[in-house]
Structures are given as structure tokens and as C-alpha cells.
């Protein structure tokens, strides 16, 4: 093995990390890519020899770019991560292989990643190295340009705005959140006002993300998402595993229609996240088609 090889199999070791990393940074996996591959291409033209940690001096990298990024997007006017859901880690619900496992270790929750786009970008960068990576004030202070006291602060700000925002915790048992996801598309199925009803907390939350087309919908309520609550014509249900929950690729007439997620609690659908962008409809439905079809309920 000769030694740019060698340099290579040594950052393939980091990759995983740097990409979650890189994800909870910026919610986009396109974006985390990215900045991975920044923090590889800074490394190749390094001498990797003066590096004595090198697992500390890629995350410094990457959350430097990501910073960056984050900084940049704030600017942008056109930004659409200010309305719309984030990129979501979506895998077939099943056995998974090594490269399914890899991604599910990249997810994080929708509500914790919608939360984290409303910080600023210091914020969330204090928030993720320290409370997410257990990075010390002294390094972050360093790749903020701050003081350690002030990324203490910052990360103290994030923290009480994260906990604010009461995101609500999935039941861990992933059986169990399937049980009440059939429950609900049973209920959609026949139209069971009553049920549907039944299979939600009373304070649910539906977001719908149509894409930079047209603004999200959030209707709250069980009543009124029940009354939204209806199979697609032609409807086929495809399990998923959205950030490491339950959720589903609805096609419909064997096109991809869209992508649900939901937040499962004491034995109630507490929120549902829903993409109906076609462009990321079709993105994310692109692997899950691949599989065998195995409808739900």
C-alpha cells in the first residue's frame, strides 16, 4: 500500500463520523457530502505526517465548512431550509445491510433537525460538536472564533431553545410504532373518522413540504388531521425507516407520490411529516423502489 492509499483507508475510518457530523450541521445530505469531501481534499494536500490527531483535525474541517455553508445560506434570500423540512435519511424497513446501517447512524430526528435550522449558525455549531459529539468549549471556541466562554454561551442558548421546543421522544421499540402506523392507514383506508382520531395524540402536528413551489401546511389538531387523512386513489404503501422511525414512500399508480414520517409516543401518532416535492419525492423513493414490494397493513 503505497501512501496516498494509505492516507485513504485512514480517512475512510472518519467518514462516518465527519458525515454525521456534517449532517446535524446542516440538515442537508448533499451539503454533508460535501463538506466531507472538502475536508478530504484539504487532507491530501496536507502533510499528514504533522497531523498528531487526526480524527480532531478532519472534524475541525468539516465543521468549519459547515459553518461556512451555514453562514452563506443565511444570506441567501431564496434560502428554502427557512420553510421547508430538511433532507431526511430514508432506508427500506427490514434487514438492513452494512450500508443501510451506515446511513440509519447518520440520522437524527425531523423535529430535532427542524429545530436545529432555527438556531443561528454559531449556535448550532456549539449545540452539535458539544451536547451531540462531546467536543470540549476549547475546541469549539477555536473553530468558532470565539472565546471558550462565549461557546459555552452559545451552546447554553441552543440548549434551552432546543429543550423549548418540547421535541417529543419516539417510542424506542420500532414494532411497536409500526402497530399504530397500520392502526392509521387502516383507518385511512376505510375512512374510520373515529379511529383515525383514536391512533393520534390530540395536540398532533401534520407538516406537509410541497418543495420552493408553494409554502408548508401545519394543521394541528387530531380532529383536523383526521379530516386529512385520506388513501390516495391508486395508493400503494411502501415501509421505510424515516430518520430511524417508522414512516413510508406512497406511490401512486406505481409513480412516487410522496414520503411520510411519523413521531410515535405513548402509543399515538404525535407528528407527521410529509414531502410532496416531487424532485425529493422522487430522490428518495429512487432506492426504496428497488426493493420488493411489501405493503403495509
Not at 463520523?17 to 446535524?24: M, P
Not at 445530505?29 to 487526526?54: C, F, K, M, T
Not at 407528528?271 to 403495509?296: C, F, G, N, T, Y
Request: glycine fraction near 6%; charge should be neutral; include cysteine.
Amino acid at each position: 500500500m503505497d501512501e496516498n492509499d494509505w492516507l485513504a483507508a485512514r480517512f475512510e475510518q472518519h467518514r462516518p463520523r465527519l458525515r454525521a457530523v456534517a449532517y446535524r450541521m446542516l440538515g442537508s445530505l448533499a451539503d454533508a457530502d460535501d463538506a466531507v469531501q472538502d475536508a478530504w481534499l484539504r487532507l491530501s494536500r496536507s502533510d499528514a505526517d504533522q497531523i498528531d490527531n487526526l480524527g480532531g483535525w478532519l472534524t475541525t474541517v468539516v465543521a468549519r465548512e459547515c459553518l461556512h455553508m451555514l453562514r452563506s445560506r443565511r444570506r441567501r434570500r431564496e434560502d428554502p431550509f427557512a420553510t421547508h423540512l430538511p433532507d431526511l435519511v430514508v432506508i427500506p424497513d427490514g434487514d438492513l445491510d452494512p450500508e443501510q446501517e451506515a446511513l440509519l447512524a447518520d440520522s437524527v430526528s425531523l423535529a430535532l433537525l427542524v429545530v436545529l435550522d432555527q438556531l443561528t449558525p454559531a449556535e448550532r455549531l456549539a449545540f452539535v460538536l458539544h451536547d451531540m459529539f462531546d467536543l470540549p468549549f476549547e475546541e469549539i471556541a477555536g473553530i468558532a472564533g470565539r472565546t471558550p466562554a462565549a461557546a459555552r454561551q452559545l451552546a447554553s442558548r441552543a440548549r434551552r431553545r432546543v429543550h423549548g421546543a418540547e421535541i417529543p421522544s419516539p417510542d424506542p421499540d420500532l414494532a411497536r410504532q409500526r402497530q399504530v402506523v397500520r392502526a392509521f392507514y387502516a383507518a385511512a383506508w376505510t375512512g374510520d373518522f373515529d379511529a383515525l382520531v383514536q391512533a393520534l395524540d390530540p395536540d398532533v402536528v401534520l407538516r406537509t413540504d410541497f418543495g420552493t413551489a408553494r409554502p408548508a401546511t401545519v394543521v394541528r389538531g387530531a380532529a383536523a388531521v383526521a379530516k386529512q387523512a385520506r388513501a390516495p386513489r391508486g395508493g400503494q404503501l411502501r415501509p421505510a425507516l424515516v430518520n430511524g422511525a417508522i414512516g413510508t414512500l406512497i406511490t401512486r399508480d406505481g409513480q412516487p407520490f410522496s414520503v411520510m414520517a411519523f413521531t410515535v409516543a405513548g402509543d399515538k401518532i404525535v407528528r407527521i411529516d410529509v414531502i410532496r416535492d416531487p424532485d425529493r419525492v422522487h430522490r428518495l423513493a429512487s432506492a426504496l423502489l428497488r426493493q420488493a414490494e411489501r405493503p403495509m397493513g
